[in-house]
């Protein structure tokens, strides 16, 4: 095990903390619907990608670690990347409606469950955009040590 | 070379972020295209006529005072809409007490202006104002230091609305904030140092703050701990304080009151420093100023209360019943909206009900009738059993003055009048019983004013009332008018039309029809409010103040009229009044509207029989029976599907694409039942039918068979709003301004609340009118305003919207207001139709109550709209033309899908033929009943997620009523559009195109760059992992 984590690049640091931020970006969403009355059909869907993202982010520490920089890390580090930003899509899709009543009318502006439902979700949503540009970063870097 | 893999690697996962993104965007941005061209301005779809047959713009136009050369002119709408703010707040702002001449003040009076209230920014989505600028701008004088002083600190405060809703704040506990003289010498140590210069009066701005979606919660238990209010319409301690520091630094102390859900102003009426009250409510944009011209005598106050304002809020029967109450079985309910809207959706509003005991008296119908039953010696009424737990109730005798600080209708002005009845004539027209009430108005003060002439009636409560369960208010209101300014000394003379079946009974169980009882006394009576209008019928029955009365009466004021006709059997006349204006059989249609139609004997109705032993008592804990979760599931109108569908030579029947020349523009002006709408109407293939029945909110459906544009046709309307809001993308009317005016918000007039207060039904009109301008201008031809629901309690933190807890009052000004809109073509679709008495799990909640209480308080507010007697003529039937449902269920049926309610009385009895919506979004997976029961279509907020699940039609095209149904509302829909200003803007070539908006160019351009370079990137990245690998190799 040390010896893998010692082939493993700072690179996949950045990979495994985008996972992490998925995951906390996966709890905020769970909680921004579990208000009654502002569940969220797409919450499965968030729930499976954001899953997905975390698993990919492990795929990427280990396959980078076990088979170097090749092509097979890339297409993964790609997936990551946007199975992370689905999220943010699905979330959006899901929220647009609390969005639309809390924010641009007075429809449910000061009722406490709905601005708990919205706020929690706009937090979310940021939170898996950080994770994104977090994996799209962690792409820039060389995702193995070079061999000495 | 592996460094550039990790460049273009990052590229690629970067780009394709920005891909994403820009796709979600664009995503986004489509499915609200129509609340983002709203915000933005931009018209995502325009109405292309290809040729001008000369019918465009002639449906309607507008009125000559809003043009210049022809063509708007804003700064006189500016102008209209200002003009006419004040003059609602001039008329509708009610003085309720002055003592010792406080008002009028001199003009340019140098006041001292205490409280929040008076400097915050209020009246939310209603329309904002500030107290302080309004009466600057009336020419008053504020003490600048108070102003400097209190400007940082109002930062800090709130005008908490209510808050006490469904899901998670049950809890809710009002700060019924002020800011108290300590906060004020923390600011300022010498800020009393500044009353020596603006010593003129102190005017003291208090209030409670309203809003939708809650309501505010009763008693000791609604209240911040530590406030010092019993309850949240109480004065609190900071606020008694500032109230306090005006007395005992003024020798005017001048008291405004903010606001809709009426405050307890015992202590206020009781302290003798006050020496002024005036009601203002929501005075809007611009209606300070009208209240600071009344308070310098520029003009003369002459408004009445909307409600009656009790000494303690908790009082009325209603008040036993309100709020939370949710089924004991209620995990047997597994109904499921699948909107994700949260106090609509799966909120437990599906679960929950209100048991409405009070029956018809609501209001000042019970403090009143109680009022007359013990000066008449009905020992029942004046046994107080009734605690409400939060006063000091200790007294077993109850007593109005105890119970009530200003009635309903009562106002103050600074001259005073006398009101005689001269004379009552019944006019006997088939169906249209009326009476011509003669008032003769004398001016007996010294100042010219203006007076409303409320005209009140009593049925008499008989042994037959008692045995059949009949209830009878001692006093309501029958109509009223509104003199001109009437000189002093003078007098004038007012004929106020009464439609008698306002005042006949509902017999539920009996006649099962309206009822008036022959050979018994019904009274007329006239006065100031309700409560001096019942002594004056008192005095005409020769009472005194030696039998309990608080005030001997005067029975000039008053008419006794005996009933006498030849229709009566046993004394009882259960026809003249069994047919509605229409011809239609009135009888009783509203099944399971009591709890008692599921379970006989289970709730006690209010009576006056026995007022201390069927006081309502809280019916909490209650069971659902098997028949009301039936209905409480949804399962109320059978629909045949797919699995079990009507035969296809039944399905055969229903005309459905058929080949027709006509288009809807063809259709200008038709009648209701001209006969080529069937032709129209069959032309529609079952996709456009199922869209454009359930596509109806802010954007209509199109019909591309019958050129109907599809556009965002309907504004929304909280309150009183104002508004030019172009956004169907026509351009070239006439009186077009050069450059589009965009969303133009003209500001908010007064709420309704005052506007009831003026008992003006002309200023109603008015109203109605300019916003019937606006309509043209605007290119909405669509108001989803005003509210027509009664204030059922102080608590509905919705009140602001509707008008007042008088059915009467609430309908004629709803009434006016639809006439002064609909003489420029704009559709006016009053709401909420119909019972939503509270706010708190709005989203289902079940209202139980008897089909007496339905029909004579919370419909008829709607019927005196809908049927707009006063205005058919033997040509035109003229009527509201659209009607929003409520979120509520009467009984366990929802409003949307109850068939008794919307067809058998709404189009049947009342004759109604327009446009039926719902309300956001509301019962979506009702749909197919609810087309059945004559809903007219959904409002959506979004163009196409939620509709998806729902436009499928095989929901629909299994069952042949359904279709025909359909069809129906499809008709009601395009004939409302026939015959509104709506036809200015079409013709037979009239259609709708796409638009290419600016956001819509800047994604898609956003999209293809961040495409292309996503592909540049990935395909650099390719070429590097196979250089790699070849070199690697």
């Given at each position: 095990?040390?010896d893998?984590?010692?082939?493993?690049?700072?690179?996949?640091?950045v990979?495994?903390?985008?996972?992490v931020?998925?995951l906390?970006?996966m709890?905020?969403?769970?909680v921004?619907?579990?208000?009654?009355?502002?569940?969220?059909?797409?919450?499965?869907?968030v729930?499976?990608?954001?899953?997905?993202?975390?698993?990919l982010?492990?795929?990427?520490?280990?396959v980078?670690g076990?088979?170097?920089?090749?092509i097979?890390?890339t297409v993964l580090?790609?997936?990551m990347?946007l199975?992370?930003?689905?999220c943010?899509?699905?979330?959006?899709?899901?929220?647009s409606?609390?969005?639309?009543?809390?924010?641009?009318?007075?429809?449910?502006?000061g009722?406490?469950?709905?601005?708990r439902?919205?706020?929690?979700?706009?937090?979310?949503?940021?939170?898996?955009?950080i994770?994104?540009?977090v994996?799209?970063?962690g792409?820039?870097?060389?995702?193995?040590?070079?061999?000495? | 070379?592996?460094?550039?893999?990790?460049?273009?690697?990052?590229l690629?996962?970067?780009?394709?972020?920005?891909l994403?993104?820009?796709?979600?965007?664009?995503?986004?941005?489509e499915?609200?295209?129509?609340?983002?061209d709203q915000?933005?301005g931009?018209k995502?779809?325009?109405?292309?006529?290809?040729?001008?047959?000369?019918?465009?713009?002639?449906?309607?136009?507008?009125?000559?005072?809003f043009?210049?050369d022809?063509?708007l002119d804003?700064?006189?709408?500016?102008k209209?809409h200002?003009?006419?703010?004040?003059?609602?707040s001039?008329e509708?702002?009610?003085?309720?007490?002055?003592?010792?001449?406080?008002l009028?003040?001199?003009?340019s009076?140098k006041?001292?202006?205490?409280?929040?209230?008076?400097?915050?920014?209020?009246g939310?989505?209603?329309?904002?104002?500030?107290?302080?600028?309004?009466?600057?701008?009336?020419?008053l004088?504020?003490?600048?230091?108070m102003e400097?002083?209190?400007s940082?600190?109002?930062?800090?405060?709130?005008?908490?609305?209510?808050?006490?809703?469904?899901n998670?704040?049950?809890?809710?506990?009002?700060d019924?904030?002020?800011?108290?003289?300590?906060?004020?010498?923390?600011?300022n140590?010498?800020?009393k140092?500044?009353?020596?210069?603006?010593?003129?009066?102190?005017i003291?701005v208090?209030?409670r703050?309203n809003?939708?979606?809650?309501?505010?919660k009763?008693?000791?238990?609604?209240?911040?701990?530590g406030?010092g209010?019993?309850?949240?319409?109480a004065?609190?301690?900071?606020?008694?304080a500032?109230?306090n520091?005006?007395?005992?630094n003024?020798?005017?102390?001048?008291i405004?009151?903010v606001?809709?859900s009426?405050?307890?102003?015992?202590?206020?009426?009781?302290?003798e420093k006050?020496?002024?009250?005036?009601?203002?409510?929501?005075?809007?944009t611009?209606?300070?100023e009208?209240?600071?011209?009344l308070?310098?005598?520029?003009?003369?106050?002459?408004?009445?209360?909307?409600d009656?304002?009790?000494?303690?809020?908790?009082?009325?029967?209603?008040?036993?019943?309100?709020?939370?109450?949710?089924?004991?079985?209620?995990?047997?309910?597994?109904r499921?909206?699948?909107?994700?809207?949260?106090?609509?959706g799966?909120?437990?509003?599906?679960?929950?009900y209100?048991?409405?005991?009070?029956?018809?008296?609501?209001?000042?119908?019970?403090?009143?009738?109680r009022?007359?039953?013990?000066?008449n010696?009905?020992?029942s009424?004046?046994?107080?059993?009734d605690?409400?737990?939060v006063?000091?109730?200790?007294k077993t005798?109850w007593n109005?003055?105890?119970?009530?600080?200003?009635s309903?209708g009562?106002?103050?002005?600074?001259?005073?009048?006398?009101?005689k009845?001269?004379?009552?004539?019944?006019?006997?027209t088939?169906?249209?019983?009326?009476?011509?009430?003669?008032?003769?108005?004398?001016?007996?003060?010294?100042k010219?004013?203006?007076?409303?002439?409320?005209?009140?009636g009593q049925?008499?409560?008989?042994?037959?009332?008692?045995?059949?369960?009949?209830?009878?208010?001692?006093?309501?209101?029958l109509?009223?008018?509104?003199?001109?300014?009437?000189?002093?000394g003078?007098?004038v003379?007012?004929t106020?039309d009464?439609d008698?079946?306002?005042?006949?009974?509902?017999?539920?169980?009996?006649?099962?029809?309206?009822i008036?009882?022959?050979?018994?006394?019904?009274?007329?009576?006239?006065?100031?409010?309700?409560?001096?209008?019942?002594?004056?019928?008192l005095?005409?029955?020769?009472?005194?103040?030696?039998?309990?009365?608080d005030?001997?009466?005067?029975?000039a004021?008053?008419?006794?009229?005996?009933?006498?006709t030849?229709t009566?059997?046993n004394g009882?006349?259960a026809?003249t009044?069994?047919l509605?204006k229409n011809?239609?059989?009135?009888?009783?249609r509203?099944?399971?509207?009591?709890w008692?139609?599921?379970?006989?004997?289970?709730?006690t109705?209010?009576s006056?029989?026995?007022?201390?032993?069927?006081?309502?008592?809280?019916?909490?804990?209650?069971?659902?029976?098997?028949?009301?979760?039936?209905?409480?599931?949804?399962?109320?109108?059978?629909?045949?599907?797919?699995?079990n569908?009507?035969?296809?030579?039944?399905?055969?029947?229903?005309?459905l694409g058929?080949k027709?020349d006509?288009?809807?523009a063809d259709?200008k002006?038709?009648d209701?039942?001209?006969?080529?709408?069937?032709?129209v109407?069959?032309a529609?293939s079952i996709?456009?039918?199922?869209?454009?029945c359930?596509?109806?909110?802010?954007?209509f459906a199109?019909?591309?068979?019958?050129?109907?544009p599809q556009?965002?046709?309907a504004e929304?309307?909280?309150?009183?709003?104002?508004?030019?809001?172009?956004?169907?993308?026509?351009?070239?009317?006439?009186w077009?301004?050069?450059?589009?005016?965009?969303?133009?918000?003209?500001?908010?007039?007064?709420t309704?609340a005052?506007?009831?207060s003026s008992?003006?039904p002309?200023?109603s009109?008015?109203?109605?009118?300019?916003?019937?301008?606006d309509s043209?201008?605007?290119l909405?031809?669509?108001?989803?305003l005003?509210?027509?629901?009664?204030h059922?309690t102080?608590y509905?933190?919705?009140?602001?919207?509707?008008?007042?807890?008088?059915p009467?009052?609430?309908?004629?000004?709803?009434?006016?207001?639809?006439?002064?809109?609909l003489?420029?073509?704009a559709i006016?679709?009053?709401?909420h139709?119909a019972?939503n008495?509270q706010?708190?799990?709005?989203s289902?909640?079940?209202t139980f109550?008897?089909?007496?209480?339905?029909?004579?308080v919370d419909?008829?507010a709607?019927?005196i709209?809908?049927?707009?007697?006063?205005y058919?003529?033997?040509?035109?039937?003229v009527g509201m033309?659209?009607v929003?449902?409520?979120?509520?269920?009467?009984?366990?049926?929802?409003?949307?899908?109850?068939?008794?309610l919307l067809?058998?009385?709404?189009a049947?009895?009342?004759g109604f033929?327009g446009?039926m919506v719902?309300?956001?979004?509301?019962?979506?997976?009702?749909?197919p009943?609810a087309f059945?029961a004559?809903?007219?279509?959904?409002d959506w907020r979004?163009?196409a997620d939620?509709?998806t699940p729902?436009?499928?039609?095989?929901?629909?095209r299994?069952?042949?009523e359904?279709?025909?149904?359909?069809?129906?509302?499809?008709?009601?829909?395009m004939?409302?559009?026939?015959?509104?200003n709506?036809m200015?803007n079409?013709?037979t070539?009239?259609?709708?195109v796409?638009?290419?908006?600016?956001?819509?160019?800047?994604?898609i351009s956003g999209?293809?760059?961040?495409?292309?370079?996503?592909l540049?990137?990935?395909?650099m990245?390719?070429?590097c992992?196979i250089?790699?690998?070849?070199e690697?190799?």
């Amino acid at each position: 095990m040390f010896d893998f984590l010692k082939k493993v690049s700072p690179a996949a640091y950045v990979f495994a903390a985008g996972s992490v931020i998925s995951l906390i970006a996966m709890i905020i969403a769970a909680v921004s619907c579990s208000g009654e009355g502002f569940g969220m059909k797409q919450l499965p869907l968030v729930i499976v990608l954001s899953v997905a993202a975390v698993i990919l982010g492990v795929a990427i520490v280990f396959v980078s670690g076990k088979f170097g920089d090749g092509i097979l890390s890339t297409v993964l580090v790609v997936a990551m990347t946007l199975v992370t930003v689905f999220c943010v899509y699905a979330m959006i899709m899901g929220k647009s409606d609390v969005f639309g009543t809390v924010l641009f009318s007075d429809l449910e502006k000061g009722y406490a469950p709905a601005e708990r439902a919205c706020n929690l979700g706009i937090a979310s949503i940021i939170v898996y955009l950080i994770a994104a540009v977090v994996t799209a970063a962690g792409g820039f870097f060389k995702l193995a040590k070079a061999d000495k | 070379m592996f460094k550039k893999t990790a460049l273009y690697r990052g590229l690629t996962c970067a780009m394709a972020i920005v891909l994403v993104i820009m796709v979600m965007l664009a995503l986004v941005l489509e499915e609200n295209r129509t609340m983002v061209d709203q915000t933005l301005g931009t018209k995502s779809q325009l109405m292309v006529t290809e040729s001008d047959d000369g019918t465009l713009y002639t449906a309607f136009t507008p009125d000559e005072e809003f043009l210049t050369d022809g063509k708007l002119d804003l700064e006189k709408d500016k102008k209209i809409h200002k003009d006419l703010g004040i003059q609602i707040s001039e008329e509708g702002s009610v003085l309720l007490k002055n003592e010792a001449s406080t008002l009028p003040l001199k003009e340019s009076a140098k006041v001292t202006l205490f409280g929040a209230r008076a400097y915050k920014s209020l009246g939310g989505r209603t329309g904002g104002f500030v107290v302080a600028n309004g009466l600057k701008d009336s020419g008053l004088q504020i003490n600048t230091t108070m102003e400097a002083v209190y400007s940082p600190l109002i930062g800090k405060f709130s005008d908490m609305a209510p808050g006490w809703a469904s899901n998670k704040t049950y809890d809710f506990k009002y700060d019924p904030a002020e800011i108290s003289p300590a906060d004020l010498a923390n600011q300022n140590a010498s800020y009393k140092d500044s009353f020596a210069e603006y010593n003129d009066a102190a005017i003291v701005v208090l209030g409670r703050n309203n809003g939708e979606g809650a309501d505010y919660k009763p008693g000791l238990d609604g209240v911040k701990d530590g406030v010092g209010s019993r309850t949240a319409l109480a004065l609190s301690d900071n606020e008694k304080a500032i109230v306090n520091l005006a007395c005992d630094n003024f020798s005017k102390v001048v008291i405004l009151v903010v606001g809709v859900s009426p405050m307890e102003l015992g202590e206020l009426q009781d302290n003798e420093k006050v020496g002024a009250i005036m009601y203002i409510g929501f005075p809007g944009t611009n209606g300070c100023e009208g209240v600071g011209n009344l308070l310098q005598g520029k003009a003369n106050p002459s408004g009445g209360l909307y409600d009656i304002y009790a000494r303690n809020s908790l009082s009325s029967p209603a008040m036993r019943n309100m709020g939370h109450y949710e089924l004991t079985n209620a995990e047997l309910i597994t109904r499921k909206d699948t909107s994700s809207v949260g106090t609509r959706g799966t909120d437990p509003g599906f679960k929950h009900y209100v048991i409405e005991a009070e029956g018809i008296y609501v209001g000042y119908r019970y403090y009143e009738t109680r009022y007359f039953d013990c000066v008449n010696g009905n020992a029942s009424a004046k046994v107080k059993t009734d605690s409400t737990g939060v006063y000091e109730d200790s007294k077993t005798e109850w007593n109005y003055a105890e119970e009530v600080v200003y009635s309903f209708g009562y106002g103050l002005s600074y001259t005073t009048f006398e009101k005689k009845i001269t004379g009552v004539t019944w006019d006997k027209t088939a169906h249209e019983q009326m009476a011509h009430v003669s008032v003769s108005v004398k001016n007996t003060g010294s100042k010219p004013g203006k007076t409303s002439v409320q005209v009140y009636g009593q049925a008499p409560y008989t042994e037959y009332d008692k045995q059949n369960g009949v209830e009878k208010s001692a006093i309501q209101l029958l109509n009223f008018a509104k003199t001109d300014v009437i000189p002093a000394g003078q007098t004038v003379n007012v004929t106020v039309d009464v439609d008698l079946q306002d005042l006949a009974s509902y017999d539920e169980n009996g006649a099962g029809t309206y009822i008036m009882e022959n050979g018994a006394d019904y009274y007329f009576s006239v006065g100031n409010g309700a409560h001096d209008a019942l002594n004056n019928i008192l005095a005409a029955m020769g009472k005194t103040t030696a039998d309990g009365m608080d005030k001997n009466g005067s029975a000039a004021a008053a008419h006794k009229w005996t009933y006498d006709t030849a229709t009566a059997a046993n004394g009882v006349d259960a026809f003249t009044f069994s047919l509605s204006k229409n011809g239609t059989k009135i009888e009783n249609r509203l099944d399971y509207c009591n709890w008692n139609d599921y379970e006989a004997g289970k709730v006690t109705m209010l009576s006056r029989s026995n007022w201390s032993g069927t006081f309502p008592k809280t019916y909490d804990n209650m069971t659902a029976t098997e028949l009301m979760l039936k209905h409480y599931n949804g399962e109320v109108i059978d629909v045949k599907t797919k699995s079990n569908p009507d035969s296809d030579a039944a399905l055969a029947t229903v005309k459905l694409g058929q080949k027709t020349d006509l288009k809807f523009a063809d259709m200008k002006n038709a009648d209701f039942d001209d006969y080529r709408w069937e032709e129209v109407l069959s032309a529609m293939s079952i996709e456009e039918l199922v869209l454009y029945c359930m596509e109806s909110g802010r954007g209509f459906a199109p019909i591309d068979s019958l050129n109907f544009p599809q556009g965002s046709y309907a504004e929304n309307g909280p309150g009183t709003p104002a508004w030019i809001d172009n956004s169907a993308g026509v351009t070239n009317a006439p009186w077009a301004v050069e450059k589009p005016a965009g969303s133009y918000s003209l500001g908010s007039f007064p709420t309704y609340a005052v506007i009831a207060s003026s008992f003006n039904p002309e200023l109603s009109k008015r109203y109605g009118r300019v916003l019937g301008n606006d309509s043209i201008f605007g290119l909405k031809p669509m108001l989803w305003l005003p509210g027509a629901n009664i204030h059922r309690t102080p608590y509905n933190g919705r009140s602001e919207q509707y008008y007042s807890e008088d059915p009467v009052l609430t309908g004629v000004m709803t009434m006016e207001a639809t006439i002064g809109a609909l003489e420029k073509g704009a559709i006016v679709t009053a709401k909420h139709f119909a019972f939503n008495d509270q706010e708190m799990h709005r989203s289902g909640v079940g209202t139980f109550m008897t089909e007496q209480r339905a029909r004579e308080v919370d419909m008829r507010a709607f019927q005196i709209a809908f049927e707009a007697n006063k205005y058919d003529t033997d040509e035109k039937d003229v009527g509201m033309l659209g009607v929003m449902t409520s979120f509520s269920k009467l009984g366990g049926i929802e409003c949307t899908v109850n068939k008794g309610l919307l067809t058998d009385v709404l189009a049947g009895e009342w004759g109604f033929k327009g446009y039926m919506v719902s309300d956001l979004k509301d019962d979506l997976d009702l749909m197919p009943q609810a087309f059945k029961a004559g809903l007219g279509g959904y409002d959506w907020r979004t163009e196409a997620d939620d509709i998806t699940p729902y436009r499928d039609v095989d929901n629909f095209r299994f069952d042949a009523e359904l279709l025909e149904c359909m069809k129906e509302v499809a008709h009601q829909k395009m004939y409302t559009f026939a015959n509104s200003n709506f036809m200015n803007n079409v013709n037979t070539t009239t259609h709708s195109v796409w638009n290419m908006t600016w956001w819509r160019a800047a994604y898609i351009s956003g999209i293809v760059i961040s495409a292309v370079l996503t592909l540049a990137a990935l395909g650099m990245l390719v070429a590097c992992l196979i250089i790699n690998k070849k070199e690697n190799a």
